[in-house]
Each structure stands twice: as C-alpha cells, then as structure tokens.
C-alpha cells in the first residue's frame, strides 16, 4: 500500500495540484456520479415494473430526448472548459463572466428548443417508429412531452454542476446531486408506484424536481456559494471574448452532439423492428450499465478540470503529464470496476423484474461491456477530454461520428438484424467504437505531443 501511495504522489502531484488534493477531488466525483447513476437505476426499476410497453417507449424516446439534452451538456462542457481555462489564468473577471454567459447561453437555447420538441413530439414519435404498437406510441409521446418541459429548468443547474466541477469545488456539486436524484427517487416512487400514473408519473417526477434542482443551484451559487461575486444579471451580459471562446469550444461538441444522437435515432429505428421484450431488456441493460460508468465518469471529469487548469497556466507540459498518467489510471480504475460489479449483475438483474426469458440477453450484454470498458472505454473519452481542452473538438467530433457510423449504425445493423444475433450485436458494436475511438485519439495525442516538444 505504502509503495502505491508513492507511485500515486509521484504521478500525481505537481506545483498546481498535490496527490491529497486529487484523491480528495477523484473520490467526491465518483461518489457524484455513483448516486446519479444509482438513483438513475432505481427509477428505471420503477418504470420497469409498469411493463413492458413503458419500458420500450421510454428506451425509444429517450435517444431523441438525449439528442436534445446532450446539446446542452455539450455548451455546458464546453463552459466548464472556458472556467477551468480562466482559473488557470487567475483570471476572477473571466470566471464570473463564464459563468454567467455560460448559464444564460443554456437556458435561452432550452427555451427555444424545448418549444419546438414539445409542438412536434407527436410527428417525431410517428414518423421514426411507424410500426409500433399503439399503446407504446401513446406513451412515447407523453414521456417526451414532460421531458421536454424539464429540460428548461435542466439546462440551468447542468450548466452550475459543469461550473463547480471545472472549478474543483466538487463537494458543491456533490451536494447539489444529492438533492436533486434523492428528491427524484422519492418523486419517481410517488407518482409512480403510489399514485400509479405510470410513464407520466416518471415524465412529471422529472419536471418538479428538475425545478427544484434548478432553484438549489441558482441558491447555491448566488448566495451560499458564490465565491467569484456573481450576479443574475450577469445571465444575460455577453461579452465577445468569452462568447467566441465559449462557442468555439461549446459548437462542436454541439454538432458531435447532434450528430451522434441523430446515429442513434438510426439505432432505435432498426431496433424498433425486434419485439417489445428484446427493446425492454436492452433499456434495461443500459440502464445497468450506467453503473459500470461511474469510474470512467468521475475520471473524465477529473481530467476536464485538471487539464483545463494547466492548460489555462500555459504548463502544457503538465497536462500532457497529467492526461497520460489519468488514462493509466483509468485503465486500472475501470477493471476494477468491471472485476467488481460484474459478478453483482444477477443481482441487479432481479431489481428490474425482468422475465426469464429477458434475463440471459442482458446478462450476456453486459459480459460484452465488462470486458471492454477496461481496454478502451476509459481510454476514448479521457484522451477526448485532453483534446478537447487543447481546443482540438473537431477533430475529437469527428472521432465520435465516425464511430458511431461504422459501429452501431452499420455493424451494428449487420449483427443485429441481418446476422440475426440480436440485441447482443448493438453491444459488440459498441465495444468496436470504444476501439476505434481510442486508436484514432491516442495516434492523434501523440502527433500533437510531438509538434509541441
């Protein structure tokens, strides 16, 4: 234990940051992305227990809602970058003004977006998936509907999570998570299992507590915590140095964004030709996943606000540094992730009142993933993370898109349908990305490592 410790201070500290510090930061992450994930699992156990038909329309809508709140994930991102740049700086001007463009730039594209989304829900819902069973139709539309309205108040506190984050206060984020997935969990229970109002009772559970985490986060960070002087006001002040930083950064991520959900769309549609049982068990699996992802997640994070900090103090030495000990790290971390919760997986298998025939499917997918995600699932977004802080989105976009084209979208399709394996082959095309993502990334890393030295 002894020598680890000293092979974790040898790669870890530095004159920015010390071991103490980012074994402090690394543990408050994976503990923020362990409960959203847990409570995530939960609720999906509750939408589970509605029946067959929620869940496939819930797995159906939930690739157009992820097209739509992964646009604001990716701004939000692309502002956590632009804060973290800006404290590596020392710049207190440029974080306030962040902040505030960031947030106020969010809300304003879920607003218009939103609108547009809840008007169209019905089209949208009818012309991806023609030939879905009527009752599955009806509560795809509803669910995307009430998602969409959440979305507005979403936009907002995911914008104030990114913020902390990339600012290292990662116990406010911690403590804002806590708040918003406990009161979903509870929400989720009582319109769900008390009030039985089913796929609508998950869409409202969203929509209050999405509010609720909206007010505790504007709270949070303009009263409790407001450490760098913002103001409400400073929502809708733009200034053009941040704004261009902001969108050159935030655009094409966007646009990946936009793209890969769109590749997905072209997944649930193929998808959406197997039967009601195979659509369920493969949300249900995802749904399992998002467990397996919480290492790779707090450790993505991580090296956003460590790498963004360097990068900001002109020290690309270090990130560079720090972006290649974090993936050995990573590797490490997400086997023992694997090694850990795989052997639990009947056990999380039977939250989900999944029916015998359902189980042997979602067991063997996630056996698919278990193996994977050490090699290269870490190794795909953390090295995105470094290029992207870089200012290199479009090349890591292109990476993403590219991926998805020839994995889920087109071996995907091939093993799924024609190959007739099913389910399991959109899982083997998945790990296919994770590959092809990591080669091309990391050949990319060392190009620009090189050029620089």
Same mark, same amino acid.
């Given at each position: ?53 929620a ?37 207190t ?7 505030g ?8 594209t879920a ?8 008007a ?8 991806l ?32 999570f ?8 990662? !116990?406010? *984020?911690?403590?804002?998570? #806590? $708040?918003?997935?406990a009161?979903h969990?509870?929400?989720? @229970? &009582?319109? %769900? ?6 796929? !609508?009772? *998950?869409?409202?559970?969203? #929509? $209050? ?8 986060? @504007? &709270?949070? %960070? ?23 930083e902001?969108f ?13 959900q ?11 030709r ?25 450790l ?10 360097c ?10 540094r ?19 919760l ?37 190794d ?74």
């Amino acid at each position: 234990m002894k020598r680890l410790n000293q092979t974790l201070e040898k790669w870890f500290s530095s004159e920015l940051f010390t071991w103490p510090e980012l074994k402090k930061m690394f543990l408050t992450l994976l503990l923020d992305q362990a409960f959203v994930y847990i409570i995530s699992v939960l609720t999906t156990m509750l939408v589970s227990r509605v029946g067959e038909a929620a869940m496939a329309a819930v797995s159906l809508v939930s690739t157009v809602n992820g097209m739509v709140s992964l646009i604001f994930t990716a701004l939000a991102t692309g502002g956590g970058i632009v804060v973290s740049r800006a404290k590596g700086r020392g710049d207190t001007a440029g974080i306030q003004q962040a902040i505030g463009e960031v947030t106020g730039v969010c809300f304003l594209t879920a607003l218009v977006l939103s609108s547009a989304m809840y008007a169209g829900a019905d089209a949208v819902v009818h012309l991806l998936y023609p030939g879905v069973e009527p009752l599955v139709t009806e509560y795809a539309v509803s669910y995307m509907r009430m998602m969409c309205i959440s979305f507005i108040p979403f936009s907002v506190f995911n914008a104030i999570f990114n913020i902390f984050r990339n600012l290292g206060d990662t !116990r406010s *984020s911690l403590f804002l998570t #806590i $708040v918003i997935n406990a009161a979903h969990l509870i929400l989720s @229970l &009582l319109f %769900i299992n008390v009030f039985n109002m089913g796929v !609508r009772g *998950s869409g409202l559970s969203y #929509i $209050v507590v999405r509010t609720i985490g909206m007010a505790v986060a @504007l &709270l949070w %960070i303009l009263k409790v915590h407001n450490t760098y002087g913002v103001r409400f006001s400073g929502f809708f002040r733009f200034s053009r140095k941040v704004t261009k930083e902001l969108f050159s950064l935030g655009m094409p991520l966007t646009v990946e964004s936009l793209l890969l959900q769109g590749g997905m769309l072209l997944v649930n549609i193929y998808l959406a030709r197997l039967s009601t049982m195979e659509m369920a068990a493969h949300a249900r699996a995802n749904s399992i996943l998002n467990l397996y992802n919480t290492t790779a997640g707090a450790l993505t994070a991580m090296t956003g606000t460590i790498c963004g900090q360097c990068f900001g103090a002109g020290r690309t030495d270090l990130m560079r540094r720090y972006g290649k000990n974090l993936i050995r790290a990573g590797r490490i971390a997400m086997g023992l992730t694997s090694l850990i919760l795989y052997p639990l997986t009947p056990l999380l298998i039977l939250l989900f009142d999944v029916p015998p025939e359902s189980r042997g499917v979602i067991y063997f997918c996630l056996a698919i993933a278990a193996v994977g995600m050490p090699l290269f699932a870490g190794d795909s977004n953390m090295t995105a993370m470094i290029l992207r802080v870089a200012g290199d989105s479009v090349y890591t976009g292109f990476c993403a898109v590219s991926a998805l084209a020839l994995g889920r979208c087109a071996l995907g399709y091939l093993l799924t349908v024609p190959l007739g394996l099913g389910i399991p082959g959109v899982w083997i095309a998945l790990v296919f990305e994770w590959c092809y993502r990591t080669i091309l990334q990391r050949l990319r890393l060392r190009r620009t490592a090189a050029a620089a030295g």
